[in-house]
């Protein structure tokens, strides 16, 4: 029987709850979210956001002329959940536990096929045989370092661990059926609480949804077969645990920055200078911000010579979704073109398609919201294979992604571009090389994903990697190619530059604000 409706049960956040009942509404055809238990999530104290962050917080805006968000609206309150809820007939209620004795009426007036238990939620046994079909439960299981399990929410910070362990353990006429699937995670050299629980509670999402696709067919004796070939499949790269002896300390900054303290200082000085702030309000008076386009490598909490650490990223895009706007790349030409951005706007984009990306940066695009922009090389993407670039530096062990796991991660807020077949140095004069690169590449895109890519960054993107011929190739077809030349975007009326300029994102975010700002950049001519 096809479970039409399904029911939720969750001790997650209000934004968690929100971005599964999305998916399953989105990638499982013909279900609907038909009821939503959620245990009231505990209230923050006062406290937690102390007088000095009001006061940085205060500053920042005053520098960048632009409000910043407090930290507790970066998530959906309590309000604006139930205003979504509302808006998508989702009907919900809010209990302080799950074992509450109104959870079982409400359960028996939503009349669902299928229940779905995330976390550590409590349920009554009578009501675990309301539902048609039954509950499928969600859980994880971390593993310290001392080798002792204990199971706990997805969602809630796990001790240190090697090892965390996703279990599905459908439950039928109030009986635990053995589990589906154990899914292990081995322990990376970055990882952290905040990291792991990312990285599972995407985990759990991408399994608990498979699962409910094979029920959605009928298949649910095919569950297990199904699940493991997927992460198999989706999500090779944790099979393969780093040694990890020691743990390192994201939180000292100082080892990812890549420049002094004392410079920053100075930089930050600049920062608050009556000249900087005065050109950002006037930017605000006219509704002439720039847009800052950004661009990294790979997340990864394994080392790479051009990885960032997944909780190191997570705090980048929290500081971003702060300060400034951060929209997609498609969106972002659109308020360039418009002339007017009223905000200043900044744009995430990762060269290459690392696989790492899948997993690290999917989990933080996941628990955040933020879009992001990929491009890819799809030779490097067709043989499923390590980046020459990366074996001429002697790393190893880094692939690219799959057509499978693209077409896996397509989603409104992810955008693919092209980055020609084989990273290509397009400072090449040769036309039929060029066309083969450029326009090669993103006819493979259309073949393998059914829509050709709007947009283009060139390899290694300096001056001496794009040929006059390379940007004529590349602006016949694309609509705008990007570099590397760190840059400002202003706003043109009707037109988009055939190459917009990228700057570099740092691994601190000291320095990713000083970068978004340009200070380096005016420091850098000041001296000139």
Not at 203 to 224: F, Q, R, T, W
Request: aromatic fraction near 8%; charged fraction near 25%; hydrophobic fraction near 40%.
């Amino acid at each position: 029987m096809t479970p039409r409706g399904v029911l939720l049960i969750l001790n997650r956040t209000p934004g968690a709850t929100l971005r599964i009942a999305r998916r399953l509404e989105a990638e499982v055809p013909n279900v609907k979210v038909c009821g939503i238990v959620l245990e009231r999530p505990q209230k923050t104290s006062n406290s937690v956001r102390t007088m000095l962050d009001r006061v940085r917080d205060l500053l920042l805006g005053l520098a960048h002329a632009f409000p910043v968000r407090p930290d507790d609206a970066l998530e959906p309150s309590v309000d604006e959940f139930k205003q979504v809820c509302s808006r998508k007939a989702w009907p919900l209620l809010l209990v302080r536990s799950s074992d509450d004795e109104t959870v079982g009426n409400f359960v028996r007036e939503c009349v669902a096929d299928l229940g779905l238990v995330l976390g550590t939620a409590r349920i009554d046994s009578a009501v675990l045989g309301i539902p048609r079909q039954g509950f499928l439960r969600v859980n994880s299981v971390h593993v310290s370092a001392k080798g002792n399990a204990h199971v706990s929410s997805v969602g809630s910070p796990p001790e240190p661990t090697k090892q965390v362990r996703v279990a599905f353990e459908p439950t039928v006429d109030s009986k635990a059926a053995p589990s589906v699937i154990t899914f292990w995670l081995p322990g990376q050299p970055f990882d952290t609480p905040a990291g792991v629980a990312m990285k599972t509670e995407l985990i759990s999402n991408d399994l608990m949804i498979k699962a409910v696709e094979c029920l959605a067919l009928g298949k649910a004796h095919e569950i297990p077969e199904r699940l493991a070939a997927w992460t198999a499949e989706m999500l090779p790269a944790c099979f393969d645990p780093e040694p990890c002896d020691g743990r390192t300390n994201l939180l000292d900054s100082s080892k990812w920055r890549t420049r002094p303290a004392w410079k920053l200082c100075l930089h930050t000085l600049v920062l608050f200078s009556p000249y900087v702030v005065a050109r950002n309000w006037y930017r605000r008076w006219r509704g002439k911000f720039p847009v800052v386009i950004l661009f990294h490598h790979l997340i990864s909490d394994r080392p790479h010579r051009m990885g960032i650490p997944t909780e190191i990223f997570l705090r980048e895009v929290k500081f971003l979704q702060k300060c400034y706007r951060v929209v997609s790349l498609s969106e972002a030409m659109a308020i360039l073109r418009s002339g007017s951005p009223e905000v200043p706007v900044v744009v995430l984009t990762f060269d290459d398609g690392y696989e790492d990306n899948f997993l690290n940066l999917r989990a933080v695009t996941e628990a955040t919201g933020v879009p992001v922009s990929l491009f890819v090389c799809t030779t490097a993407v067709s043989a499923h294979e390590d980046f020459q670039h990366d074996r001429k530096n002697g790393q190893s062990g880094f692939r690219a992604l799959s057509w499978n796991q693209i077409r896996n991660w397509k989603s409104d807020q992810i955008e693919f571009g092209s980055h020609t077949r084989s990273h290509f140095d397009c400072g090449s004069p040769d036309i039929g090389r060029l066309e083969d690169e450029i326009v090669g590449s993103r006819e493979d895109m259309g073949r393998q994903l059914g829509d050709r890519p709007r947009f283009f960054a060139f390899p290694w993107g300096k001056a001496k990697n794009m040929s006059s011929q390379a940007i004529e190739v590349a602006s016949a077809k694309y609509e705008c190619s990007f570099s590397t030349l760190e840059c400002e975007n202003l706003p043109s009326e009707g037109n988009l530059p055939k190459v917009a300029g990228r700057k570099a994102l740092p691994s601190t975010v000291w320095e990713l604000d000083l970068v978004v700002q340009s200070i380096f950049d005016l420091a850098s001519r000041v001296r000139r």
